[in-house]
């Protein structure tokens, strides 16, 4: 158990070095892009605008724009993933915000197969949270979830508190086809995906792990091919620097 959670943290480590350097490269590249991917748009509306064009002509110069702004919605992602925001954080009831963000999904086509397991029996105090970005993290993890089964299997969520009543744990479970192991150590890496092309961007974990870890806690992942997926969300109850400014008091 020891050599566990020894060899956990040193991945989380490990992890934390490697998204930062990243944080930094990505936020230096998105900001390089940005400009050409602004000349790119602009000129080709001109061009739709001033020219009459045959209607290839118009198709393939719509493509251009559709591709640009798609370009435009990846940097958009890249600065958010490499920018530290301010927390607005207040304690909240992390039940209640797991709730509200299935809702949101559930009456969805991807989910008409899936069975929403709901494990709140257990009392738990208020966690100091931004609900905003811990919305943002449930919903990236649930969708993934979801994606991964198909839309038809089991997705459980459930919180509990630790032993020493320092920390509070959420699980989203699935019964999906699970992660393989050489995958598992690459889960959390900015544009790293199984999807197909054009399907993601792979900064969505990325991104929910910068969250997590920006609220003084840690997100891991439990996989068994076969079998399935949890992520594993840990908050602490009282986060450090919580007097600082924008954390809401």
Not at 112 to 140: G, T
Request: negative net charge; hydrophobic residues 40%.
């Amino acid at each position: 158990m020891v050599k566990a959670e020894l060899e956990r943290t040193n991945v989380q480590l490990l992890q934390a070095e490697k998204m930062a350097s990243i944080g930094e490269l990505a936020a230096g590249v998105a900001h390089q892009l940005n400009n050409p991917l602004g000349g790119i748009t602009l000129f080709t509306q001109l061009v739709m605008e001033e020219y009459t064009l045959p209607k290839g002509a118009v198709k393939g110069l719509n493509r251009i724009l559709d591709n640009a702004k798609r370009c435009r919605s990846i940097v958009k992602e890249l600065l958010t993933f490499a920018r530290k925001t301010d927390n607005e954080i207040h304690p909240q009831d992390i039940k209640v915000i797991l709730s509200q963000t299935i809702s949101l999904v559930e009456d969805q086509a991807l989910f008409q197969n899936i069975a929403v397991h709901k494990d709140f029996d257990e009392p738990v105090p208020l966690v100091p949270v931004d609900v905003q970005k811990m919305k943002h993290v449930f919903m990236n993890i649930i969708l993934n979830a979801a994606d991964a089964m198909d839309g038809t299997g089991n997705l459980s969520l459930s919180c509990w508190v630790s032993p020493k009543k320092d920390k509070v744990f959420v699980e989203i479970a699935d019964t999906g086809p699970g992660i393989p192991d050489d995958m598992l150590l690459k889960i959390f890496d900015p544009f790293f995906t199984t999807k197909e092309p054009g399907k993601g961007t792979g900064l969505g974990l990325s991104l929910a792990y910068r969250i997590v870890e920006d609220h003084g806690g840690k997100i891991y992942v439990e996989s068994t091919v076969g079998l399935g997926t949890a992520f594993v969300i840990e908050l602490l109850l009282s986060p450090p620097d919580m007097e600082g400014p924008g954390h809401g008091r």
